[in-house]
Nanobody, 119 residues
Framework: QVQLVESGGGLVQAGGSLRLSCVVSGSGFTIKDAGWYRQAPGKERELVAT???????AYIDSVKGRFAASRDDTINTMYLQMNSLKVEDTAIYYC?????????????WGQGTQVTVSS
């Protein structure tokens, strides 16, 4: 059984920082690519950042220069460092991990963590 547990969300003032973490537990799998998504009320879920197995990252334009995705595969953990937070960053953030299990690929989602940025 594979589980993703996200943490690190909370309430922060505009201009502040948060670091989200996504711990992947279980056995028998290899983590390939991962992504961070967010969904604000009344909006579609959007892809915020991606990170490949070899650490290559990509970001949506609105967070470039402010957010940084990283990973520590020794502890099966993905991170999203969020700096210079804006009110518009307020959303539920979800970790999505692409797993290789017995030669098949699976998408596994975390439960989401709320990020609220106040003015």
């Amino acid at each position: 059984q594979v589980q993703l547990v996200e943490s690190g969300g909370g309430l922060v003032q505009a201009g502040g920082s948060l670091r989200l973490s996504c711990v992947v537990s279980g056995s028998g799998f290899t983590i390939k690519d991962a992504g961070w998504y967010r969904q604000a009320p009344g909006k579609e879920r959007e892809l915020v950042a991606t990170i490949t197995r070899d650490g290559q990252t990509a970001y949506i334009d609105s967070v470039k220069g402010r957010f940084a995705a990283s990973r520590d595969d020794t502890i099966n953990t993905m991170y999203l460092q969020m700096n210079s937070l804006k009110v518009e960053d307020t959303a539920i953030y979800y970790c999505n991990v692409d797993l290789d299990f017995m030669s098949y690929e699976y998408d596994v989602w975390g439960q989401g963590t709320q990020v609220t940025v106040s003015s």
